[in-house]
Structure formats: structure tokens, C-alpha cells
């Protein structure tokens, strides 16, 4: 370090320029020039290979587009091989079909002539019972002709006719006795009153006691009485017609919940038997299961349409499905994605408008679509992606060799998240306590639906109309099932039916007590009625007694009595008249008695006896009727639905089995039956199926036949042709690119080693200089900051009070700035090595005692580092030691003349 880098040093007040000082003497800037220049290179030779790589990148794009449709026209070749198996499968898949056809018509023949015999017996059965009834009948008609004349029973009911008139006659007669027995009592009545009235109107001129008040009102009294009385069992009777109201309204109401019940059962008993017609249409043709003879129409309009679809339609999709384990998962795949069962699947929209209009030609309005693409391949579910448990999920046990109806069932109906379980308890645990991720529905064997969303849990139970399951292996036992809760609910109607009856006739038998207690209480309010009027016209008398209004006239009263006299007279001749005409009618008819008396006493034995054996003979006939009536039912079943049936499907069998030998001759012309193994066989699908596989991959084959021209082989030598020009500068490329990126990498690490051993440096720097420092006892830092390529220095002097640090060094005295650069100085020499080191005039500023401290710090610092220093200095250098590794050496001092 000269004189001048030295004042440089210290008179600069850019921390700039101190760090550009301290990085060029620690080498650190020539480091990182290197680095750069390492970086820059490396750039460069990047930009060459990308150069050279994007040069062959067309012939590459060339070979990528080669190998595409390469990949594709063995594709076709494949689909084409696969339609040609597909075909061979096609023709041994009729016969195959044909085959179950044939095997159901035989076990339904054996079926149908099963209930011949079964027939046949109930008919000689009720034969049987008729040649029985007929004897009986004979014996009791033969019976009844050796007994008593029917003269005999004539005068008995002569006799019983000409008494009743009697009786009749006389009962009215008596009647008539009454009434004018009534009339004349009534008559004498008014007159009694009338003369009452006369005397009381003498008597009320006469006087007007106490007396007479205290009568009318112990007679007023009597009459209220009398009211009070009648309207107690006017009330007592309105009661008993209430609680008898009551009682036919609850029976009503029973009756009302017994019709409710039984139009219950029968609506189950009706849903019951439509599902075994489904189930028996599907025992015939699986796809009727999902929509009827409608969707057969409907794949009658596609097949005839089918040229018309870009892809031909797939559906119903339940009719693509099987179960893994039969019939036990069967109900709660139909409660879990039985909505889906019926839909069609088509690759686009115009597919979907076709479609719409083929269900509308087959009147089937309701069809559900859904549109897929079919080229999309089997989506694989992640483990991670379904719910972790040990019960199977719907898509585990699903068979489908379909890949899109699948697909179609993860969309739609999520069935990779629908969990399966054995009972409800599992059910709960699985869906509620749990809480497995990707879950999204637990499902049980009876149909249990159970989800939760949130802090909500919901638990749906099965529908009440859906007792089986669609894709059920085995139909014949959800048919018999059905059958026998059919003929449950069919016993529980019946029975119902029984007790409305008897609830209908104990509704009649209140109506019979009712209607007497109505007649009852008409009568009692009658009654009520008739006092209050007697009451009212006492009290209004008694306040016309009491008034001042003139009197009634004594003579119309006498005028009025005598008339009543004269009428009663004339009731009275009548009345004798009619009691003697009775009198004679009760002898009429007590002669009559007697002699029907003597008439039953006679023939009572013979009448109850022939009685008896009439309604036995009428028993015997009515039997007879209803065995007539049961054997022809039989005869009338047996022809036209046993022996009907059979003929027809003897018929059908043998159309059958004559369809089977054509197709046998056209399948052996296309391939061999032992052949067909080698394919893998039929796979259980139906020639619909099959025939929809053929016509979709037909479809695949003319679209990309027509896409491309070339052949495979010229595709596959061009291809060769194009690799060989490029594939060794590919090679070159690639080993070129693997160099660079192996430098990239080399030049990253050295930069992250160079960033460390920068920070080592700045660190070991601010150490080594505050070390020094303390020689002379004072405190400094040093402060670098790479990234603003600054470097300030701090020093704190002993003799300052107020413990600030001073960080421009200008404001130290020359003395106290010439040991700090020395400090600095001696720092950076430590940091680096080299052989030799010189410093020249590095003293002249110093006062004498830093001079000393200076060159004390000089030489131990030099004997400790081992390197050989030169130290230069104007200065006396006696109080430098002499020593075995330090040796001084002073010069004349220059004199005038020399100069």
C-alpha cells in the first residue's frame, strides 16, 4: 500500500469506492468477472443448440404426423378384424338366441300341460258331485211325493188368509170405536168447560176472592209442572238420539277407513300384478324391463334409421348391465341409478334430434337422452378419489363391457361414491358416523337411502311400489314372491270386505233405533208444544179475568153448549152402530181361530216335515247349480286357455326349431361352431347387442378409411426414411443439451459457493479489524452490502462519552484515521496470501505513540503470518526490536550536492 492509495483511502468518503477497494484486494471481483463470462458462454452455446434443434423440428413435426397415422390405420385394421369377429359372433348368436328362445318354450309347454291333469281331476270332481246330487235329489223329490196332498196346506193358508182379514176388520173397527169414543169424550169435555165458564163468569160477578187467585195460580203451578216435565224427556230422549247419532257416525267412520283400506289393498294388490306382467315380459325379452314394448318399437325405428346416426345409439343402458353377485345388490341398484336404467346414450347433438324424433314415431314421449362421446376411453377412479371402506361400491359390482355406459354412470350417477351395506345399522355408521371423504350415498339390501350434507342426515325409505330389482339375475322367484304377496293382499281385501259387512248391518241395526226415538221425540216436542199453548192460555184467561174487559155473554154460551149436545148425540148412534159391527167381526174371526187351531193340530206333524223337506230339495238344487256352474268354468278353461295355449306353443317350439336349422346352415357357412370358441364366444350379449357393436364400429371404420389414402406400408417406409435423416443429429442434440445443462448446473453451485465465501469474507473482515482495533482500545466495524456494492466503516474512540460511533473517517485525526487504515489494511492482508508484502510511507501521518503501536502491530502480525514483509518508513526506526526474523536497515540521508 503506497503513500498515495493510502491517503486515497483515507481522505474518501464514498463507501463506493472503499468497496470497490476492498473487493478487488480480496479477489472477490475477479471471481465473479469469471463467473459472468463462464454464464455468458454457456448462453451462447445454449442458443446454438436451440438454433440447431429448431432446424430438424419440422421433419420432427413430419414424423410425429407420420407416426399418428400410423397408429390410426392400425387401428382401423384392428376395428376391421374385430367386425369380422364380430359377425362370425353375430351368426352363432341367433342360433344361441334361438336356443333360449326354445329352452323357455319348452319349459313353458311342460308348464302348460302341467295343469291338464290338474284341470282334468277338477272336472271329474264336480262330475262327481253332480251324479251324487242327482240321486239325492230323486230320493227327496220321491220323498216329498209320498207325503202329505198339498189340499191340505190350501186350507191352511185359506184358512190363515181368511183369519188375518178377520182380525184386519176387526182392528179397524176398534180403531174407528176409539176415535169416536175420542170425539164424543172431547165433546163432553168442552162442555164440562163451557159450563165451567159459564159458572165462573156467575161466579165472577158474584165475587172475587183470595180464594179463587190461590186456584189459579196452584192450577198455573200444575201446568208448568207439566211442561217442566215433558221438556225433561224431550231432553232425555234428545239425548239418547245424540248418543245413538253418535255411534253411527263412529260406524260411518269405520266403515269410510275399512273402504279406505281395502281400496289400499287392492291398489297394491293391482300394483303387485303389474309388476309381475313386467316381470313376465321381461322373462320373454329383457329389454321390455326398461320401457315396455315401447322400446322395442323404438330400436325398430333405429335399426331402420340407423344409417341416419353418426353413431349409432346406445340404450337402453340397463339392458348393458349386469350384477356381479345375482340378485342381491338388485333392489338397491334400482333404488340408486334406476332412473338412468331407460336412458339412450348419442355422441352429438344432431344425434339427439334423430333420436328425438324416432321416440316420437315410436310414441314415446318421455325418453330420456344423454349425450357422451363415445371415443372417450374408460375414466380409471383414483383410490384416493373413493371412499376408503370395506363395502363394495356400485361401479365394483356393475358388469358392463361397454366403456361409455360406465363412463355415463360415474357422471351421471356417481356411482363410484354410492356405497353398498347389509343391514340399516351398518347403513348409519357408514353414512353418518364415519365421515368418509368421498362419499356420497349408503344404500341397503331393503333400499335404505341414507346421506348426509352439512350437519343434516337424512334417511329415505323404499318406495312402496318398487318390490324388485330390474337387473335381478333370476326372475322366476321375484315373480313367485310377487305372486304370493299378491294373493296376501288379495286375503287381506277379502277379509276387510267381511268386516265392512258386518259393519254395515250394525249400522243398519242402529238406523232401526233410531228412527223410533225420532218418533219419539217428535212426539214429546209435540207434547211440549201443546202444554205451553194450555199454559200461555191459562195465564192470558187469568189476565183477562183480571182486566176490566167486559164479560162473554152468558147465552152464546148456552147456544154454544147446546149444539155440542146435539153432535154428540149423533156420535153416539154412530159409535153404537160401529160397536156392534165390531162385536161381530171378533166372533168372525175367534170361529176362524179356532178352526185354523184345529186344522194345524192336525197337520202340524206332516206340514213341518214336508216344510223340512222342501228346503232340503232346494239346498240339493242350488248345489247342484253351482257344480254345474263349476264344471263348465273348468271345461270352458280347459279349452280355451290350457289346451289354446299349448297348441300354440307347440306351434311356436316348432317355428322355432325350423328357424334354428336356417340359422345353424347360414352360421356354418360363415364359421365353424368349434372356431367360434377360439373368439371367446358370444359373451352372453344378444344379437341386438351385437349387431349395435357391429354397426358402430362399421360406422368407425368408413369415417377413418376415408380420412386417410396411403397405405400402411408406404406410411411405415416413409416414417423409416424421414427417422434415419435426423435421428444421429437428435443424438448430437440431445448429448450436447446434457453437457450444457451438467455446466448450468456446475456454474450454480460455484455461484452459490462463491455467495457464501463472500459473506465468510465480509464477516472475517469486520472480526480481524475490530481485533486490531483493540491494540490501540479502540472499537470498530465494518459494514459490506453487496447488493448496493457499499462498504462503511465505524469506529468508536475510548475517550468519547457519549458512545456514538464515528463513520465518516475524515472526522478522526490523522493519527487515529492512519492506525484504522492500517487496521483495515492488516485485515485484508490476512484474507489473502502472497509471498511477498511491501508498505511504503504508511506512518508518516502518525503521531509517535501510534507510530509505535502501528509498528508493534506490523511485525507480531508479520512474524504470525510467516510471509516476508518490507516496511518502508522516513521515520526513526530505534524503537523497533531487532531479532532473529526482523532486520532493519537505514540509508545515508541524502545530501544537496548528491541531489
Known amino acids: 500500500m503506497s503513500q498515495d492509495k493510502s491517503r486515497e483511502f483515507l481522505h474518501s468518503g464514498n463507501n463506493k469506492d472503499k468497496f470497490k477497494f476492498f473487493y478487488k484486494a480480496t479477489l472477490l471481483q475477479q471471481v465473479n468477472e469469471l463467473l459472468e463470462s463462464i454464464s455468458a458462454e454457456i448462453t451462447k452455446a445454449r442458443v446454438i443448440v436451440e438454433d440447431l434443434e429448431a432446424a430438424i423440428r419440422p421433419i420432427e413435426k413430419e414424423l410425429n404426423e407420420l407416426d399418428a397415422k400410423i397408429k390410426m390405420m392400425e387401428h382401423v385394421e384392428r376395428i376391421a378384424v374385430e367386425v369380422q369377429q364380430l359377425k362370425k359372433k353375430l351368426a352363432w348368436s341367433w342360433v344361441y338366441d334361438v336356443d333360449k328362445k326354445l329352452e323357455d318354450q319348452r319349459v313353458r309347454i311342460e308348464k302348460l300341460k302341467s295343469r291338464v291333469p290338474i284341470c282334468q281331476a277338477r272336472i271329474d270332481k264336480q ?5 251324487k246330487l242327482s240321486e239325492s235329489y230323486s230320493r227327496k223329490k220321491a220323498e216329498i211325493k209320498s207325503m202329505m196332498t198339498s189340499q191340505v196346506k190350501q186350507m191352511k193358508e185359506s184358512l190363515s188368509h181368511s183369519l188375518s182379514s178377520a182380525k184386519k176388520e176387526a182392528f179397524e173397527l176398534q180403531r174407528d170405536c176409539k176415535c169416536k169414543a175420542s170425539n164424543v169424550q172431547k165433546m163432553v169435555q168442552q162442555v164440562k168447560k163451557l159450563e165451567l165458564q159459564m159458572q165462573g163468569i156467575h161466579e165472577q160477578h158474584v165475587k172475587n176472592t183470595q180464594a179463587e187467585e190461590s186456584d189459579m195460580e196452584e192450577k198455573l203451578k200444575g201446568l208448568r209442572e207439566e211442561v217442566d216435565a215433558a221438556e225433561f224427556e224431550l231432553k232425555r230422549l234428545k239425548k239418547e238420539e245424540d248418543i245413538l247419532m253418535t255411534n253411527i257416525d263412529k260406524q260411518k267412520e269405520e266403515i269410510s277407513s275399512i273402504a279406505a283400506k281395502i281400496q289400499d289393498h287392492e291398489s297394491k294388490y293391482n300394483g303387485i300384478m303389474h309388476n309381475v306382467r313386467d316381470l313376465q315380459r321381461q322373462q320373454s325379452n329383457k329389454i321390455t324391463a326398461f320401457g315396455g314394448n315401447k322400446v322395442l318399437s323404438l330400436l325398430r325405428i333405429i335399426e331402420r334409421c340407423h344409417q341416419r346416426f353418426r353413431m349409432p345409439p346406445i340404450g337402453p343402458i340397463g339392458a348393458h348391465l349386469k350384477l356381479h353377485n345375482g340378485n ?37 314421449g318421455q325418453l330420456k337422452i344423454i349425450i357422451y362421446d363415445f371415443s372417450t376411453p374408460r375414466l380409471m377412479i383414483p383410490e384416493r378419489m373413493r371412499p376408503n371402506t370395506n363395502h363394495p361400491s356400485i361401479l365394483s359390482i356393475l358388469q358392463c363391457e361397454n366403456d361409455t355406459v360406465l363412463n355415463v354412470l360415474v357422471d351421471q350417477g356417481n356411482v363410484e361414491r354410492q356405497v353398498l351395506v347389509n343391514d340399516y345399522g351398518i347403513g348409519k355408521v357408514i353414512a353418518f358416523e364415519k365421515r368418509i371423504q368421498n362419499l356420497k350415498e349408503v344404500f341397503t339390501v331393503e333400499g335404505y337411502k341414507m346421506f348426509s350434507r352439512g350437519s343434516v342426515e337424512t334417511i329415505l325409505p323404499p318406495r312402496r311400489n ?83 174487559a167486559p164479560l162473554s155473554s152468558v147465552d152464546e154460551i148456552v147456544e154454544e153448549i147446546s149444539e155440542i149436545n146435539q153432535k154428540m148425540k149423533e156420535e153416539q148412534v154412530l159409535l153404537e152402530g160401529l160397536e156392534q159391527r165390531r ?17 194345524c193340530e192336525s197337520a202340524n206333524t206332516e206340514l213341518a216335515s214336508l216344510e223340512k223337506s222342501e228346503n232340503e230339495l232346494i239346498e240339493i238344487e242350488r248345489q247342484i247349480d253351482a257344480a254345474t256352474e263349476a264344471k263348465d268354468h273348468y271345461e270352458n278353461f280347459m279349452k280355451t286357455n290350457v289346451l289354446h295355449d299349448i297348441k300354440e306353443a307347440e306351434e311356436h317350439y316348432l317355428e322355432l326349431t325350423k328357424s334354428r336349422e336356417d340359422n345353424v346352415k347360414k352360421a356354418s357357412i360363415i364359421c365353424r361352431q368349434d372356431d367360434l370358441a377360439s373368439l371367446g364366444g358370444c359373451d352372453g350379449k344378444t344379437p341386438e347387442q351385437i349387431s349395435a357393436e357391429i354397426e358402430s364400429l362399421n360406422h368407425t371404420l368408413r369415417r377413418e378409411s376415408k380420412r386417410y389414402s396411403e397405405s400402411i406400408d408406404d406410411l411405415r417406409m416413409l416414417y423409416a426414411k424421414k427417422e434415419r435423416k435426423i435421428i444421429k443429429r437428435q443424438q448430437v442434440y440431445k448429448a450436447l443439451r446434457q453437457k450444457l445443462n451438467a455446466c448450468h448446473n456446475a456454474l450454480e453451485f460455484r455461484r452459490r459457493k462463491f455467495q457464501t465465501n463472500a459473506t465468510n469474507l465480509k464477516h472475517q473482515l469486520s472480526w480481524k479489524f475490530n481485533g486490531l482495533l483493540k491494540r490501540k482500545g479502540i472499537s470498530g466495524l465494518i459494514k459490506v452490502d453487496y447488493d448496493e456494492t457499499t462498504l462503511s466503516i465505524e469506529v468508536q474512540m475510548p475517550q468519547d462519552t457519549s458512545n456514538r460511533a464515528v463513520r465518516d473517517t475524515r472526522g478522526l485525526s490523522g493519527g487515529e484515521r492512519s492506525f484504522s487504515t492500517l487496521c483495515f489494511a492488516l485485515a485484508l492482508h490476512e484474507m489473502t496470501e502472497a509471498p511477498f508484502r511491501a508498505m511504503d510511507e504508511f506512518d508518516v501521518f502518525m503521531d509517535p505513540v501510534s507510530r509505535k503501536i502501528s509498528m508493534d502491530t506490523l511485525i507480531d502480525f508479520a512474524e504470525a503470518q510467516g510471509s516476508q514483509w518490507i516496511l518502508i518508513t522516513p521515520n526513526d526506526t530505534s524503537l523497533v526490536k531487532g531479532g532473529n526474523r526482523v532486520k532493519k536497515m537505514q540509508m545515508a540521508a541524502p545530501r544537496a550536492y548528491q541531489m
Not at 331 to 345: D, P
Open 127 to 131: 262330475l262327481h258331485q253332480l251324479e
Open 328 to 364: 342381491k345388490w338388485a333392489v338397491a341398484v334400482e333404488y340408486a341409478i334406476g332412473r338412468l336404467f331407460n336412458s339412450f346414450i348419442v355422441t352429438d347433438h344432431k344425434d339427439f334430434r334423430l333420436l328425438k324424433q324416432c321416440a316420437k314415431e315410436a310414441d314415446y
Open 466 to 548: 318398487q318390490l324388485y330389482g330390474r337387473l335381478s339375475s333370476s326372475v322366476e322367484a321375484d315373480i313367485e314372491k310377487l305372486s304370493n304377496d299378491a294373493s296376501n293382499e288379495q286375503k287381506t281385501a277379502n277379509d276387510y270386505r267381511s268386516d265392512k259387512r258386518k259393519a254395515e248391518v250394525k249400522l243398519e241395526d242402529l238406523y232401526k233405533k233410531m228412527n223410533p226415538i225420532k218418533r219419539l221425540c217428535l212426539h214429546a216436542g209435540k207434547d211440549v208444544a201443546s202444554k205451553k199453548l194450555t199454559l200461555e192460555d191459562e195465564m192470558r184467561q187469568q189476565a183477562t179475568e183480571s182486566s176490566s
Open 583 to 599: 162385536y161381530e167381526a171378533e166372533g168372525k174371526a175367534d170361529d176362524l181361530k179356532v178352526k185354523f187351531d184345529e186344522l
